[in-house]
């Protein structure tokens, strides 16, 4: 009999962001982690590119099986928008991918869809050691920290949780919680599925703050910390602060628009420096460019269905600032055009 993995990653995306989901699958592999990916589809085309992918470490689930496990969800859904109600899928992901993997001590680790790995992800687990719960800080810099505050100490984009009875009651609490509140506004020390984070270390034993610098580098703390690139056999290697590895970075905000892609660096104040745009986006713009071609030569590709944030006057200041920034970035070269659109993906 084979024996399980003692860990196991989860995520979500629909088709319109296949290439994303397909990149980050790439960089866990490429680094060495082989563990199982369970991966929530948002629609039926990336769940059929997915399953006809036929790869035994991807495991595709439907909406409707998440929701059979979790009767709660479906009640919820009508009152929340589609981004609401994706936020609310985390903690009940997490907990039924627990279920399924079913080891004893295991560790399951939700991961955002546009992270990229850059170095082991096996250094994170060695970070969480023994702990049940492993959380990172969003690690904004002073001059954001106030403006931030809002959206909580904690960024949800990789948090792990152990199959112990530590992790288990704080997985349960916290599915709970977003099951009664998940919402895109901020309210009362709350907001979406990553609010509640801020309450993990008061309430849980076993829960560690991982505190690398090379975890969730960002577009909202690369202004905090100084990047370097070094020679490690033969190609570049980015390395955080005091000689840390960059193990993985967070694109969020990425948009194509033009032939380019655009970055969030300016929407957090922190412009692009040369090394951040070489060594760290080219390479990602590059990866999700080959993947989407693939994407697209299969057929699965379709137009995505935007979950715009925000409803109303707010969302229409959201959007009409964010068009703003999107020129600034082009104009400021906070924006990556990619360098080898025709080179086939490889998996």
Not at 193 to 202: A, T
């Amino acid at each position: 009999m084979t024996t399980p993995p003692a860990h196991a990653y989860c995520t979500y995306f629909d088709s319109g962001y296949l290439s994303r989901g397909l990149a980050l699958i790439d960089s866990l592999r490429r680094h060495g982690d082989d563990a199982p990916v369970w991966v929530l589809c948002l629609d039926d085309a990336a769940h059929e590119y997915l399953t006809e992918l036929a790869d035994p470490s991807i495991r595709p689930i439907m909406v409707d099986a998440l929701e059979d496990a979790e009767p709660g969800l479906s009640a919820v859904k009508p009152g929340r928008s589609r981004m609401e109600y994706y936020f609310t899928c985390t903690p009940l992901l997490m907990r039924y991918v627990m279920d399924q993997h079913d080891v004893r001590d295991g560790v399951v680790i939700y991961l955002d869809a546009d992270l990229y790995f850059f170095d082991r992800p096996a250094l994170v687990l060695d970070a969480l050691g023994d702990g049940s719960v492993g959380i990172i800080e969003h690690r904004y810099p002073p001059r954001l920290e106030r403006r931030l505050a809002k959206y909580g100490r904690f960024n949800v984009g990789w948090v792990g949780i152990r199959n112990d009875d530590n992790g288990r009651s704080c997985l349960n609490w916290w599915a709970e919680q977003c099951l009664e509140w998940c919402f895109d506004v901020p309210s009362d020390g709350r907001y979406a599925d990553q609010g509640y984070l801020n309450e993990f270390p008061s309430r849980f034993d076993g829960v560690r703050v991982l505190s690398n610098a090379g975890f969730n580098l960002a577009p909202w703390n690369t202004g905090r910390h100084d990047i370097a690139v070094t020679t490690s056999g033969g190609s570049p290697a980015v390395t955080v602060d005091d000689g840390q590895p960059l193990v993985f970075f967070h694109f969020h905000g990425i948009k194509a628009a033009g032939g380019w892609f655009i970055t969030s660096q300016l929407v957090y104040g922190s412009p692009m420096s040369r090394r951040l745009r070489e060594y760290v986006y080219a390479p990602y713009i590059d990866q999700i460019v080959r993947c989407s071609a693939e994407v697209s030569a299969s057929g699965h590709a379709i137009e995505p269905v935007v979950a715009r944030r925000g409803k109303g006057v707010r969302g229409l200041i959201f959007r009409a600032q964010r068009f703003v920034f999107d020129r600034a970035a082009i104009v400021t070269a906070n924006a990556v055009k990619p360098s080898r659109a025709d080179r086939p993906a490889t998996h």
